[in-house]
């Protein structure tokens, strides 16, 4: 069997919890014994210098009572109104609980159009790196109250492996009410078995996941499994695991049972493939010797070493960088358009905020969105 990957190795890590864990949906109320004792293990990753990202379900399932709605399936204004209400409060139990822990919070609420325009991605993207910079956990969700049925992720299964994906995270841990994903339906088959490592999501481990839900969690086992598919591809393992029971992420670096969901690529290296694999190339910069040994040396793209732009590019646009001598050696998405590039070309970044009128960053093209070509 393969090693399995050990906690300790992640860097960034984006912890997924679903309502049926957090919510008691009787009462209406955060289950805050289990709460605390996640966070005491969040704070354990963060304390070692992990990253932690949370993607948090449970607007609805805390609104819901709230506002007089009965359990079983909600209007759409019902349940945005059950969102607007819950997430308040659900906000209010993660800031508190990480509070307690010196750790800073931030709200991050998402629609489907964050993730899948790019534009918005870019932005939605710098402000997960920027809470990072802040060593801040960003407890994210959908932003049910303005999502409609046709936009919306409606899992945050999905959700957070976009999220995943969006912030270069290593690892994806969706906890949730099932140890894993089992060779059979664990409830009518006793001897169904919890597979403990996919190398690869194949139609053989589709067909594993069927299709149920219960009542308050939206995603089954159909939405983990397309999780993994877009964690791999964004460059993030994922694990499957049983939050039921306190300290759930403590038992995962135990050793205890779970499913792991591997990928083949690390998320920097998924990310420069998919940007050096660009078709469609919307303009080029030429860079002097300078700013070429710079990028060679890791370093990423300033203006002040541009000496031509050419092309009508927007931000986030990808764009060939090119040499003295007119050869491309590598790709980027741009950080500014075109007409603002030109302005900053070949300034010094001081003088950068002075033209712009705002402050802004001081790269071009930031390393971790540039793939150069291969010497
Ligand atoms: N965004 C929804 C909520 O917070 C939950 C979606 C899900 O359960 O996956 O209530």
Not at 76 to 104: C, P, T
Not at 206 to 219: H, I, K, P, V
Not at 290 to 313: C, D, W
């Amino acid at each position: 069997m393969t090693a399995l990957p050990k906690l300790a190795q992640f860097s960034r890590v984006v912890v997924k919890v679903g309502s049926s864990l957090l919510v008691d949906a009787a009462k209406s109320a955060v289950k805050q014994e289990w709460l605390e004792a996640l966070v005491d293990d969040l704070a354990a990753l963060h304390k070692r210098g992990a990253d932690v990202l949370v993607v948090s379900s449970g607007a609805i399932a805390l609104g819901r009572r709230v506002a007089g709605l009965k359990s079983g399936p909600l209007k759409l204004e019902d349940s945005q109104a059950a969102a607007a209400i819950g997430q308040i409060a659900l906000a209010r139990a993660w800031s508190e609980a990480l509070h307690r822990r010196q750790i800073v919070s931030g709200q991050v609420l998402l629609t489907l159009q964050d993730t899948e325009e790019r534009r918005r991605y870019l932005n939605a993207r710098e402000t997960l790196a920027r809470l990072a910079a802040m060593r801040a956990v960003p407890v994210i969700n959908e932003n049910d109250t303005v999502a409609t049925s046709e936009i919306r992720y409606g899992d945050n299964d999905r959700l957070a492996a976009r999220v995943a994906a969006m912030a270069s995270a290593d690892l994806l841990i969706l906890l949730s009410d099932v140890a894993g994903l089992y060779d059979a339906p664990p409830e009518s088959d006793p001897n169904a078995k919890l597979i403990r490592v996919v190398e690869r999501v194949t139609p053989q481990i589709e067909a594993m996941a069927g299709g149920a839900a219960s009542e308050t969690s939206r995603g089954g086992m159909r939405t983990k499994i397309e999780a993994a598919r877009i964690a791999a591809a964004g460059g993030a393992h994922m694990v499957i695991a049983d939050g039921r029971l306190l300290h759930p992420i403590a038992r995962v670096s135990d050793g205890g049972e779970c499913s792991w969901f591997l990928t083949p690529s690390n998320p920097v290296t998924a990310r420069k493939a998919w940007i050096g694999g660009t078709l469609e190339l919307k303009g080029a910069v030429t860079i002097d010797a300078g700013a070429a040994r710079a990028l060679a040396n890791g370093k990423s793209l300033l203006p002040a070493g541009v000496t031509r732009i050419e092309g009508a590019f927007a931000r986030g646009d990808c764009i060939a960088i090119r040499n003295e001598q007119g050869a491309e050696i590598g790709r980027g998405l741009v950080a500014l358009d075109a007409l603002r590039a030109e302005q900053i070309r070949g300034r010094n970044s001081s003088e950068i905020e002075r033209i712009l009128g705002l402050p802004g960053r001081a790269e071009l093209i930031h390393r971790d969105d540039m793939a150069l070509a291969e010497r």
